[in-house]
């Protein structure tokens, strides 16, 4: 491979094709993005065959009624008419919003909490950090029901324990206040690994001696904590809420088995109700329909994001 | 800060960066409260010991919690059928093994956990290649539209699974796709999680290396291949560790994709479990017991990467 392919990129955007006249400007041009092609192409030709292929086909679904046998009837935009001026879509993302409202919070806290204690030199360290991700790969169904019993109401660890210390005593998953709050407990503890992992990663990728130049001017471990720490590992923090937000806005599965939506729908989320609408009564187009007004919602958050990153994060 | 001699030097070693490596002091030793100043040495470093002790207890305690469900787990499917009753206990009288003997009568195992590690392994490489390529350009290269590439990219997770099945289907049934190996690995082959995650990791490599790379005539591929990748093995140390787990664990598409008995994944297998002894926890959790320990195996591998970090890159 020649050295004049390896085109210093900014200069090969900066020719459009109309000026691009001269013959060695319009061949470095092509040869970018030829590199473009070559980078992008085995990632981007799945994803469109496999991911937006559907999804378009899902939005084509949504101004159909369908129920996934008999052929589709076209009913324009009447699903997301019905959806949108129906209470329950407002309730299940008032539910899902509040569910993101305690997760995200708790599951950061606590991840960084434990990426940065299990980052220093503790015996058995190893080990420790396997125990604190073995929730994350542990089947919902086996968490659920360990939670259910820490958090159940009559005999269960955590209400004993409050009964001791004399605090009120919540209903927890049974009780229509509560419910939302158990899974958030749950979800929490049961992704903490998850964080931990993401984060422990960029804790690596600080260099030692911006920590021991530091440390030779005297700075003490808060400051440096705020100072170069977690200043230096907003990129990834960056990654762990966008995809935290983008999954939490999913949430579906802990609904499922822990609460199952309920007592009475008060847990029921966006994807639950999506899922009862495709799978229990058989209305794949008003599924569909909720889902991209689910996507509109988790597009704009994240494009808020990724708006705002350049006042935060930090990359090298 | 009156910091003493002793106490600085001991701490330059210490806290928010670790090489394994690395480790010429005892760790006990390296640590010094730096925030209590005012303390002779040897009264500091006998609170930090202290301190040290009390953190690693923290930290122990709350491992332990979070192997409770997964003890659990173990411990309810080597308990016998007849004393199955009550809330999750971890003491067991005649433990056995019969759970896993049903387990096996009642499903063929062997062969299920291969199909689901031949998939989890081809989706992993190709995420990892995929996905690696894919930072490299997103990170690298310049192009016009890059931003809007990369939000379609990250599109593709903001539309819940439950309404890209049916399409999905539709579309490789008509490829006559279906219920054959590659249906399975499909929607895994490039995933816009990974490539975020390897982007965010790129980013952070200084772009001086890349230069310092070209001007010795390398190209776009051999400093992805020799410069960039190296340096961000943490970051691709998670990524197997997540692209496993996700086509490990996943179970609505293979419910629709997979129609031979002889293509069924773990996931199945166990739901398939579920319905037939709703009951016998103990055959329940033995199954998720199979379901678990293959990916605790594989983050055990990749541990030693996520944190190895840039031990020998000699960078800044």
């Not at chain 2, 971890?90 to 009568?105: C, E, G, K, M, R």
């Not at chain 2, 995420?127 to 990219?153: D, I, M, N």
Request: include cysteine; aromatic fraction near 12%; proline fraction near 6%.
């Amino acid at each position: 491979m020649s050295r004049a392919i390896a085109v210093q990129p900014d200069q090969a955007i900066a020719v459009k094709p109309d000026q691009a006249r001269p013959s060695g400007r319009c061949r470095a041009a092509l040869s970018n993005l030829g590199w473009v092609l070559l980078f992008l192409a085995p990632s981007a030709v799945p994803l469109l065959v496999f991911k937006i292929a559907p999804m378009f086909a899902s939005a084509w679904v949504s101004l159909h009624r369908w129920n996934m046998i008999s052929p589709m009837e076209w009913i324009g935009w009447d699903n997301y008419a019905e959806l949108l001026t129906s209470p329950n879509t407002w309730q299940v993302f008032s539910h899902t919003l509040l569910y993101l409202l305690g997760y995200l919070p708790l599951v950061y806290a606590g991840g960084l909490l434990i990426a940065v204690a299990l980052n220093q030199r503790l015996r058995a360290r190893g080990v420790l950090r396997a125990a604190y991700f073995v929730p994350v790969v542990t089947s919902w169904v086996a968490v659920a029901l360990v939670w259910q019993w820490l958090l159940n109401p009559s005999n269960g660890l955590v209400n004993y324990l409050l009964g001791l210390l004399h605090l009120p005593q919540p209903g927890w998953w049974t009780d229509p206040t509560w419910a939302i709050p158990s899974v958030i407990l749950a979800s929490a503890w049961k992704d903490l690994g998850f964080v931990m992992v993401i984060l422990l990663s960029g804790l690596q990728t600080i260099p030692q001696e911006i920590q021991e130049a530091a440390t030779m001017d005297g700075a003490g471990r808060w400051r440096r904590f705020w100072n170069i720490t977690f200043p230096l590992l907003s990129p990834s923090t960056f990654f762990v809420v966008v995809i935290s937000l983008i999954n939490g806005f999913q949430v579906f599965d802990q609904m499922y088995v822990m609460t199952g939506g309920g007592p009475s729908g008060a847990s029921q989320v966006a994807v639950g109700r999506i899922y009862d609408l495709a799978f229990r009564y058989g209305q794949a187009g008003q599924a569909s329909a909720l889902s991209w007004i689910l996507f509109a919602i988790i597009l704009a958050v994240t494009a808020v994001q990724m708006r705002g990153q350049r006042k935060w994060v930090n990359y090298a | 800060m009156p910091e003493s001699p002793i106490g600085a030097v001991a701490v330059a070693g210490a806290p928010g960066h670790s090489r394994p490596a690395a480790g010429t002091r005892r760790a006990g030793t390296t640590r010094s409260g730096t925030t209590r100043s005012g303390d002779a040495p040897r009264s500091g470093q006998t609170s930090a010991r202290l301190g040290r002790v009390l953190l690693w207890l923290a930290v122990a305690l709350g491992a332990a919690v979070m192997l409770f469900p997964f003890l659990w787990t173990v411990i309810t499917s080597i308990t016998p059928q007849a004393n199955l009753s009550g809330g999750p206990s971890l003491i067991v009288n005649n433990p056995t093994l019969s759970a896993y003997a049903a387990l096996f009568a009642s499903v063929p195992v062997v062969r299920v956990v291969l199909n689901s590690f031949a998939v989890a392994a081809a989706s992993t490489l190709l995420q990892l290649l995929t996905g690696s390529l894919a930072a490299y350009g997103f990170s690298r290269l310049a192009f016009k539209g890059k931003s809007f590439v990369f939000g379609c990219y990250l599109a593709t997770l903001m539309i819940p699974l439950q309404v890209l099945v049916a399409p999905l289907f539709i579309m490789l049934t008509r490829m006559r796709l279906n219920d054959t190996y590659f249906a399975l690995l499909a929607p895994n082959i490039a995933s816009a999680f990974g490539i975020f995650l390897l982007k965010q990791a790129v980013d952070g490599v200084p772009k001086e290396l890349d230069e310092a790379a070209r001007l010795d005539g390398a190209g776009h591929l051999r400093i992805w291949a020799q410069v960039v990748m190296p340096l961000v093995r943490p970051a691709m140390a998670a990524l197997i560790v997540f692209a496993f787990m996700e086509s490990w664990n996943s179970f609505l598409w293979p419910l629709v994709a997979i129609r031979s008995p002889e293509l069924m994944t773990l996931p199945l297998g166990l739901s398939y479990l579920q319905g037939q002894f709703t009951t016998d926890w103990n055959i329940v959790m033995a199954g998720s017991v199979v379901s678990i320990l293959p990916i605790v195996v594989v983050y055990l591998f990749a541990q030693k990467h996520i944190i190895a970090g840039m031990a020998h890159t000699g960078l800044k």
